[in-house]
């Protein structure tokens, strides 16, 4: 079983960064694909990017342009660049892998990220 646990979150100025990061363990592959959702208070989580091994990435619509996924392929963890953030970019910010041949699907514990002034 892949184990993913997030860090970085915190509290940020509207207008401000930060970055959060999500590190695998449990497994001697590579993990293919890393999602990053988020769940906002009241509302359903939602899908916010993702990005392969091979480095091609996706996003929603609504942080295009504002994020930027990247990962350490070496050590399977993935990270989560956030520029320009609104107050409706607050969340629980949570790490996903889809279930593969090798590994289960696994969620991380989430990491709270709060855009305030």
């Known amino acids: 079983q892949v184990q993913l646990v997030e860090s970085g979150g915190g509290l940020v100025q509207p207008g401000g960064s930060l970055r959060i990061s999500c590190a695998a363990s449990g497994t001697d592959r590579t993990i293919h694909v890393m999602n990053w959702y988020r769940q906002a208070p009241g509302k359903q989580r939602e899908f916010v990017a993702m990005?392969?091994?091979?480095?091609?990435?996706n996003y929603d619509d609504s942080v295009k342009g504002r994020f930027t996924v990247a990962r350490d392929g070496a050590k399977n963890t993935a990270y989560l660049q956030m520029n320009h953030m609104k107050g409706d970019d607050t969340a629980v910010y949570y790490c996903?892998?889809?279930?593969?041949?090798?590994?289960?699907?696994?969620w991380g514990q989430g990491t709270q990220v709060i855009v305030s002034s």
């Open positions: 996903n892998i889809p279930r593969t041949p090798w590994y289960d699907a696994s």
């Open positions: 990005i392969t091994s091979g480095g091609s990435t």
